[in-house]
């Protein structure tokens, strides 16, 4: 689980446990949010990212994100072989394909061990959104590297909206 402020920076070892609660009954988070049927998608298919999710400060499942609160992205991969070191990744773009934020297990120094095939992982990413009212994009991905190529196992592109409310926006993003 790697948590990070704004500026990218970790913060504790705090978890929302309200969030690990809201998906415990099987179900995919992703059913209960809007997912962009739009989106592109594309990798080896060495892993799989069946299920994603965001949750806000206090732990519902949603695409509504206020500003200045804290929030998680959760993403849930499934290994179809064997990796030696996996990349978990998300970023957030602007409508108009601009990269705004967005981090990776790598960037964060996360520990991740070798998978195998069947193994699945739970990557969640917490952050402090400081965005300005509007709506976004996020993407996510499993890579890696492969005899020192960047090998893309699963990217999601513009896999789901995110809609920042704010009640005080400034100038900038």
Do not use: W
Not at 21 to 31: A, I, P
Not at 132 to 146: H, K
Request: aromatic share 10%.
């Amino acid at each position: 689980e790697l948590e990070s402020d704004y500026s990218g920076g970790m913060l504790g070892e705090e978890k929302n446990v309200k969030a690990e609660k809201v998906h415990s009954d099987g179900s995919l988070m992703k059913d209960k949010i809007t997912i962009n049927p739009n989106r592109t998608e594309y990798g080896n298919g060495k892993a799989e990212i069946y299920d994603l999710g965001m949750f806000d400060e206090r732990g519902n499942l949603t695409n509504l994100l206020l500003k200045g609160e804290y929030f998680t992205i959760k993403e849930k991969i499934r290994f179809h072989d064997s990796i030696q070191a996996p990349i978990f990744t998300y970023t957030i773009k602007d409508k108009k394909g601009a990269d705004l934020t967005g981090t990776n297990t790598m960037f964060e120094g996360a520990e991740i061990r070798p998978v195998k095939n069947g193994d699945e992982y739970e990557v969640n990413f917490r952050q402090k959104m400081t965005l300005q009212g509007g709506e976004y994009l996020l993407s996510m991905s499993c890579t890696g590297f492969e005899q020192g190529e960047h090998t893309v196992y699963h990217r999601l592109y513009d896999v789901a909206n995110i809609t920042v409310i704010s009640n005080k926006n400034t100038v900038g993003v």
